[in-house]
């Protein structure tokens, strides 16, 4: 694994540690790294609808109900 000294400013290192102190991580680490595996998901699924949009803009209309689409959309996201 890959150490990195970081900076933090106060009120983000207070919420740090106030996290850590309520157990809901065991270190300032796994809270950093929880929050860019968050971050990185959410990306993926940001650039999905992306791709989705421009595919959809490309091809013109479709024949798909907005139910359909949004079931489509929600079932592709819970991966």
């Known amino acids: 694994m890959s150490r990195q000294s970081i900076s ?3 009120p ?5 540690k106030t ?7 065991s ?3 796994e809270l950093v790294n929880d929050l860019i595996r968050q971050a990185r998901n959410q990306q993926i699924q940001i650039d999905w609808i992306r791709a989705k949009l421009n595919k959809a803009e490309k091809s013109g209309f479709t ?13 592709s ?3």
């Open 27 to 29: 270190s300032k680490s």
């Open 63 to 75: 024949n798909d109900s907005k139910e359909s689409i949004l079931a489509q959309s929600k079932s």
């Open 77 to 79: 996201l819970d991966g």
């Open 12 to 16: 983000n290192d207070e919420w740090l």
């Open 8 to 10: 933090f400013t106060e």
């Open 19 to 25: 996290q850590v102190k309520n157990k809901e991580y």
